[in-house]
């Protein structure tokens, strides 16, 4: 009995040091590196991550990979390392944007451009809507009149 609870206390200690593994994320240099290697684009134009980037003799994804490694090397944490390539790039090394300041545009900018174009269309088709004729009535006459000319336009064929 005494061993049956020293391991159920054990097992129980073990599930919190896994749950705290969890929520605190891997942090383990590989996976620090993956992810940091992924939220920065490579410098080449090629519009891929450090990481993703595959243009022949691309010199700045060797670059910017030694980088990675040494600032990750030297312990800095995965905020001063974005801070750092962003001091030295600009934010255009970032390949999500940051979602506050002026780069918060580029979050809210395709829902209003989005709304936008939903309001023009509704806008559009409701003038269309307006501005179509109505059919005119005829009259006996002119309907008479009608059927005159085409049943004439029927003999001629």
Sequence with gaps: MPWA????????????????????????????YQALGHKLLCMCGCQQTVLACNTPHCSWRGQMKAELKNDLGKGLSN????QEFIQQWG?????????????????IMPWLAALAGLVLL???????????PIPAQLSEAELERVRHEVAEQEKDR
């Design 79 to 82: 905020s001063l390392i974005e």
């Design 122 to 132: 509704v806008w559009f088709i409701r003038r269309g809507a307006r501005s179509t």
């Design 5 to 32: 609870r020293a391991c159920r206390g054990l097992g129980l200690l073990v599930l919190l040091a896994a749950a705290s593994l969890g929520l605190r994320g891997d942090a383990s240099p590989a996976a620090r």
């Design 91 to 107: 934010t255009l090394v970032l390949a999500v944007p940051r979602r506050h300041g002026f780069d918060l545009l580029a979050w």
